[in-house]
């Protein structure tokens, strides 16, 4: 059996630290953000909660979907 032990007495990490790294967390959970409300990221999503037959049905293996979805963006 574990025990875990907390001290609520402890004081909190801040201070100077905290307020200049607040503006970078800002900045990185707005980039988070943005890039899941990517309409491509929402297609290949939709596209991987599809069953192997659906995906067979329009063409498409499992492996292949992302090159499917950014198809327009780059060439290989």
């Given at each position: 059996?574990?025990?875990t032990?907390?001290?609520?007495n402890a004081p909190q990490a801040g201070g100077?630290?905290?307020?200049?790294g607040a503006p970078f967390r800002a900045l990185g959970?707005?980039?988070?953000?943005?890039?899941?409300?990517?309409?491509?990221?929402?297609?290949?999503q939709a596209l991987?909660?599809?069953?192997d037959a659906e995906l067979a049905e329009l063409g498409l293996k499992r492996d292949d979907i992302v090159h499917h979805v950014f198809r327009a963006s780059y060439y290989l």
């Open positions: 059996m574990a025990t032990i907390t001290n609520t100077i630290l905290t307020a200049i959970r707005g980039l988070v953000r943005m890039a899941e409300q990517n309409p491509r990221l929402k297609r290949i991987q909660a599809k069953s």
